[in-house]
């Protein structure tokens, strides 16, 4: 029997989900499993690896089910997975603690401490701050506060990485998140010995998995082991992906300059390619080969949007809940009804987003969230409305940090849970002031992953 089906799988936040897809980049099906995230104190945020094995489980074989194919119809499968979700290990993938993922920011110290470092390196942010999400923040805060973890720790790797190790047995890193989050540098001889050296983590450059490999390049083959817990069978060859919001970029269609990929979810990511080396003060990059070899990527960031507004709604909306199953619609649905009365502006109600920091133009994992100018004229629907807009806003902050480091901008390209709401969407456009298009197939992630399959077993020739 051919081989005629790519599986993509796409690590969120809160879900994993895998995509069923056919050569022509046809969604054929799509299952999802939860997982749950914890918060032991503020800033923080954790997951435990093996919940995000045993949903990954239960989506693949949901999903399989659903598709109506044969586990031996499929020519290659790969993963994408939150970006800055640190795993502390064994060699044999054995957690030590629970996963410090991409939203956590306890690591704020050692990132400020990073960011002053004398280091060619630093030219990833712009030099200006460091992220508290990135790879060496984290690892830093975990040499430094845990040190008995440290001192067992044999593997220090990200969600994707850990993954695919259970999948094939072998330790890789993308290309992608070491040049996107853990300073590496491909055309400069990859790791920054004296960032590391000045910051005390030397070590865990022997700790990091030692294969970096380019998106879509071939990892291994499934395990019987993994195969049986998948449902599929052993032998399928297993691709490196990368970072959701990366790989987003090509289930996009973004793939030379000029496009820019709006990835919407919890959190919110701007990706965009240039053709020649671009740093600037307020956006991550210029990232070399970190996608598609050639260019290099770009990027701002909210930390929280869609979270936030999750957050009102489990918080605040109960009522909202409860009206909504009796419409049969979901309490977005109904919120956006009730919102899109209102004027822009929100009656004069002003909110800043940064329940969890702030990513970009400032990297502040400090920053806080506020809710300005509440008045007993206001409703649930003036604060959801007033949420959405200070998303939007904070989106356009970017894009015009974009516009100063001479980015070329011409079309934006969107995706994402909001992306599903005609009322979020017309704000971030009228904010923006251009046209969002919404690809077909919504689930970027997931389908960029099967892209790199697709790539990876020849299926096609390049990413183009």
Not at 35 to 43: D, F, I, Q, S
Not at 101 to 113: G, H, K, L, N, P
Not at 345 to 365: F, I, K, Y
Not at 392 to 398: K, P, R, V
Request: glycine letters at 10%.
């Amino acid at each position: 029997m051919t081989p005629a089906y790519l599986i993509g799988i796409d690590g969120g936040t809160e879900s994993i989900r895998v995509g069923v897809f056919d050569q022509h980049g046809r969604k054929v099906a799509m299952a999802a499993r939860e997982y749950p995230l914890y918060h032991p104190k503020a800033g923080w945020a954790e997951q435990h690896p093996e919940d995000w094995w045993a949903s990954l489980g239960q989506a693949s074989q949901a999903a399989l089910a659903a598709a109506g194919i044969r586990p031996e119809q499929v020519a290659g499968l790969c993963l994408d997975a939150t970006c800055c979700s640190v795993v502390v290990c064994e060699a044999n993938g054995r957690p030590l603690r629970p996963a410090i993922i991409w939203m956590d920011v306890r690591s704020a110290s050692q990132a400020e401490r990073i960011g002053r470092v004398d280091s060619p390196a630093l030219a990833y942010t712009g030099y200006g701050p460091v992220s508290a999400e990135w790879m060496p923040c984290k690892a830093l805060w975990v040499k430094e506060n845990e040190p008995e973890v440290w001192a067992r720790s044999e593997v220090v790797c990200e969600y994707l990485d850990w993954v695919t190790h259970r999948m094939t047995g072998r330790w890789t890193a993308s290309l992608m998140e070491t040049s996107g989050r853990w300073f590496y540098n491909n055309r400069k001889g990859g790791w920054p010995r004296d960032l590391y050296g000045a910051i005390g983590l030397l070590d865990a450059l022997e700790k990091f998995p030692a294969d970096i490999l380019p998106a879509g390049a071939l990892v291994g083959e499934l395990t019987a082991a993994a195969a049986a817990d998948l449902g599929l069978v052993a032998g399928i060859p297993v691709f490196e992906g990368g970072p959701d919001a990366y790989t987003a970029v090509l289930g996009l269609q973004v793939t030379r300059p000029g496009r820019l990929a709006s990835i919407m979810g919890s959190s919110h990511c701007l990706e965009a390619f240039t053709e020649t080396e671009v740093h600037g003060l307020g956006m991550n990059g210029g990232f070399p080969d970190a996608i598609v070899p050639g260019y290099w990527l770009v990027e701002g960031g909210q930390t929280s949007t869609g979270s936030v507004v999750k957050w009102f709604r489990e918080q605040f909306c109960l009522a909202d809940k409860l009206e909504a199953q009796t419409r049969s619609m979901e309490a977005y649905d109904l919120l956006s009804e009730a919102a899109s009365s209102l004027p822009p502006g929100s009656d004069g109600l002003l909110v800043l987003e940064h329940w969890q920091g702030m990513r970009t133009p400032s990297a502040d994992p400090l920053a806080r969230g506020a809710v300005m100018g509440l008045s007993l004229r206001h409703t649930r629907a003036h604060v959801y409305r007033a949420i959405i807009e200070a998303t939007a806003y904070g989106t356009e902050y970017i894009l015009r940090t974009f516009q100063a480091n001479k980015i070329q901008l011409d079309d934006i390209v969107a995706c994402g849970g909001p992306t599903k709401s005609p009322f979020w969407m017309q704000i971030q456009a009228d904010v923006c002031g251009r046209p969002i298009m919404v690809p077909e197939v919504p689930e970027a992630p997931a389908l960029g992953a099967a892209i790199l399959a697709a790539v990876g077993a020849k299926v096609y020739p390049d990413f183009d």
